[in-house]
């Protein structure tokens, strides 16, 4: 299942949650991609109503499953505010941005008129597809982890 960390563990487990592929690709992946990465994914609570996602591998059509699961099971639980932080990621295809686009629209039924935060955004390689097909409006967008949790912390919702 998914690691479950507190604030007292470490900001990034090192050790994937759950993993997806043996190396062996199902027929489905894009050309030039033989194998499939494996999706680390850890999630803390580092303070009451916050969530965190953090997210390492690639968030692709194999992956996005996983991430999915994840974040159904973090919304069920109620947090107020829910960061992903895509820090870690190493490719971020449509499926994974499409994904992040849905987590949004689940965040604001669950609590409406609240924003989805992605962190981990000063990276090109994520910042750049989220900005050519003019998505980053729908985001609250934070280019690291910690300048997130600083602004949930000064701004909780």
């Known amino acids: 299942m998914w690691h479950m960390a507190t604030a007292d563990d470490a900001h990034w487990s090192g050790q994937p949650a759950r993993e997806l592929g043996d190396g062996a690709d199902e027929g489905g992946g894009a050309p030039g991609r033989a194998e499939a990465a494996p999706l680390a994914l850890s999630v803390s609570r580092p303070t009451t109503g916050l969530c965190v996602v ?64 992605l962190s981990g955004t000063a990276r090109r390689l994520v910042h750049r597809p989220l900005e050519l097909v003019g998505l980053l409006p729908l985001f609250a967008v934070h280019r690291t982890l910690d300048q997130a949790l600083a602004q949930l912390r000064a701004d909780p919702v």
Not at 68 to 96: K, M
Not at 101 to 108: A, G, H, Q
Request: glycine share 10%; with cysteine.
């Open 54 to 117: 953090e997210v390492g591998g690639d968030l692709d059509a194999l992956t996005v499953p996983f991430l999915n699961d994840c974040v159904r099971d973090q919304l069920a639980a109620g947090p107020v505010q829910l960061v992903i932080d895509l820090e870690r990621v190493s490719f971020l295809g449509s499926a994974g941005i499409s994904a992040l686009v849905e987590y949004s629209r689940w965040l604001d039924e669950a609590v409406p008129g609240s924003k989805l935060h």
